[in-house]
């Protein structure tokens, strides 16, 4: 089975395998079917005093919900394994990870998001004799700064 993208129009996500190397050396993560961009929000809080006649809120922190996608799964692939840098070895040893996602016939710096994450959830394995393929439902966690087609995101 060839390791390409499969199903996600053209949806790269990428990440970094050896996170002891070169920062921002990616590889597209193999069989990528679906996926979800991830949710960005603030929290609300309602300010309103007492003697006012409307609501008034602020908002909280930048906060980004998980990445999750599906794959065909390649257990002994690259970019899927246990051993030396896969999904598997990130969730293994809780490693703080690079990621590069691109929507379809993104490039540097346009349609391209860069952020680092965690790999929190592999599941979802279904039965190869009864689909035709092993298939495993990722999520990874972002955590810390971000770039968005190339300009560093800077939460006010």
Do not use: C
Not at 44 to 53: G, I, L, M, N, S
């Amino acid at each position: 089975m060839s390791e390409l993208a499969q199903s996600s129009h053209g949806i790269e996500i990428a990440m970094e395998l050896d996170v002891s190397g070169s920062a921002g050396t990616f590889t597209a993560i193999a069989e990528l079917l679906d996926f979800e961009w991830p949710e960005v929000s603030r929290p609300t809080t309602e300010v309103t005093a007492h003697a006012d006649k409307i609501d008034y809120y602020v908002v909280g922190r930048l906060m980004r919900g998980p990445i999750t996608f599906d794959v065909n799964l390649l257990y002994a692939g690259a970019t899927h394994e246990h051993a030396t840098g896969g999904l598997y070895k990130k969730i293994f040893d809780g490693e703080l990870t690079g990621y590069r996602i691109r929507g379809p016939g993104g490039t540097d710096d346009t349609d391209e998001w860069i952020l680092s994450g965690f790999v929190t959830n592999i599941g979802g394995r279904s039965a190869a004799a009864r689909e035709g393929s092993i298939g495993a439902s990722i999520t990874i966690q972002p955590s810390g700064d971000m770039i968005i087609d190339g300009a560093t995101i800077v939460p006010v």
